[in-house]
């Protein structure tokens, strides 16, 4: 940008900043949400759980079925990003 670019789009910078850091905390909200490690840990907790007898198989199934739900999502969006 020229110095008489900067000059005139002065007062618009601190909209572009809070649009830079609006920018960074969606990005940051999508990196979690389709993390698959929490996931995959529920999973696994939620195994233990049903060989441990805190929970019963009706409960698993379901909970099961959700989770894995979840793992398609994520593997899905991973697919369109390229990731």
Same mark, same amino acid.
């Given at each position: 940008m020229g110095l008489l670019t !900067?000059?005139?789009?002065f007062p618009l910078? @601190?909209?572009r900043g809070?649009?830079?850091?609006l920018e960074r905390v969606v990005e940051t909200a999508e990196n979690e949400y389709y993390? @698959?490690?929490p996931v995959e840990?529920?999973?696994?907790?939620?195994?233990?759980?049903?060989?441990?007898?805190?929970i019963d198989e009706e409960t698993f199934d379901r909970r099961e079925d959700e989770l894995l739900d979840r793992l398609d999502e994520i593997r899905a969006h991973a697919q !369109?990003?390229?990731q």
């Open positions: !900067q000059i005139l789009t910078a @601190p909209v809070t649009l830079w850091v993390d @698959p490690a840990r529920e999973l696994a907790d939620l195994e233990k759980a049903l060989l441990a007898g805190q !369109q990003t390229g």
